[in-house]
């Protein structure tokens, strides 16, 4: 795929959705933190449930803390592997106080070295609280770089490191959410909706639906 089909991609989707974001809902950078470190392995539904019952309650470090684990347990059992990810979150919340005064670092070494947190996690971040042009890659963004020729790449770092070198740079602050939402509604998995496609003439995947 060439540098002409790759822009007139991200015009597309930039017409189609001019400002695109994450579906979780959050207000503070802690409370996006603490809500994509839930999101591993759910979807983002579930997540805004647990988070908008547990966020009026505690949405600060000090504030989880004070809840304690087994409390906040109680806010997290409905996600997949609620256990290891509140004890990651009462961690989190205890390196934030003690290594930033309750602030969320905007550092890729700062973040990934908080517990529950990895690249994708600290891309995530980096991009959606703090503006920074950074591409977090999941299943849904990998799935649609490879699929249409965008990126291609064997694993999720691979993909990651062309997308940041191939996408035109006035689109790259937004392509995460773009990308996400594509593959979240349009070119899913199984079947994708080909014919809903406002990409269908530029993508070079050979086994289009009708």
Known sequence: MNTEKRRQIFERLRAENPHPTTELNYSTPFELLIAVILSAQATDRGVNKVTDRLFPVANTPQAILDLGEESLLEYVKSINFFRNKAANIIKTCRMLLELHGGEVPESREALEALPG?????????????????????????????NRTGLAKGKDVREVEDRLVRWVPKEF????????????????????????ACVIYDLCEFKEKTA
């Open 117 to 145: 947190v990895g690249r994708k996690t600290a891309n995530v971040i980096l991009n959606t609280a703090f503006g920074h042009p950074v591409m977090a890659v999941d299943t849904h963004i990998f799935r649609v770089s």
């Open 172 to 195: 790259l602050k937004d392509a995460h959410h773009w990308l996400i939402l594509h593959g979240r509604y349009v070119c899913i998995a199984r079947k994708p909706r080909c014919a």
